[in-house]
């Protein structure tokens, strides 16, 4: 049966169909159209062909993820059909606690971006001011050698990582849905800083009329 984690993260979609899949993936699983659409954008990767959909998802893992995830939504590879709310769980508290699984990511990333690709403007050229609503991070310190050093980073620079985000916090232990949640939302309020002059947090002051 499909978890109803995914829907309880983020938005229910219809699906185009499935592009190539990972071929430990069945073309009947429920995730299959999602894993499809996130290799095939570059968001996820299924080295040698298999996508291992059971891990469990660790925070050095979800920060390249996410890092890839705003990469993709900036170049437009995602399209806002099917996207619509998704309906209320009664079970949203527990799953929020649980790990996220690979299969699980793959299904929350795919829908929300038709999400985002539906409320988020495209990028004019417009420079727009930056939010005083989202909070400046200090660089973090990282080895040369982290995997997710530059992913880390860029989600830094780009303010799409802060607060409790996990993006920030580095190491093997496995992302629940409530940190996926959290880092999610940032990622998407730093795309949306970067398009729009919202969510500000700054007094408007007119020019002095004269008469």
């Not at 954008?41 to 925070?59: E, I, K, L, S």
Request: glycine content about 6%.
């Amino acid at each position: 049966m499909k978890p109803i984690l995914a829907s309880a993260l983020t938005v229910v979609c219809v699906a185009p169909a499935c592009a190539q899949l990972p071929r430990d993936v069945p073309a009947g699983h429920w995730a299959a159209q999602s894993v499809a659409e996130v290799v095939r954008n570059g968001v996820m990767d299924a080295p040698g062909g298999r996508f291992n959909g059971a891990r469990q998802v660790t925070r050095g893992e979800l920060a390249i993820t996410l890092a890839r995830f705003a990469r993709s939504i900036q170049q437009r590879r995602w399209t806002a059909a099917g996207a619509r709310p998704a309906k209320p769980s009664g079970k949203t508290a527990a799953l929020l606690a649980q790990p996220v699984s690979r299969y699980e990511l793959a299904a929350v990333l795919s829908r929300t971006a038709r999400y985002v690709a539906a409320g988020v403007p495209r990028e004019s050229g417009k420079v727009h001011l930056a939010s005083e609503a989202l909070p400046r991070v200090t660089t973090p310190k990282l080895a040369a050698s982290e995997p997710a050093r530059e992913s880390v980073l860029y989600l830094v620079r780009n303010r799409m990582a802060f607060g409790s985000s996990v993006a920030l916090r580095l190491g093997p232990q496995a992302v629940t849905g409530k940190e996926l949640a959290i880092a999610l939302a940032c990622v998407i309020a730093g795309l949306n800083d970067r398009v729009t002059d919202e969510p500000q947090n700054r007094e408007v002051i007119e020019r002095p009329r004269r008469h």
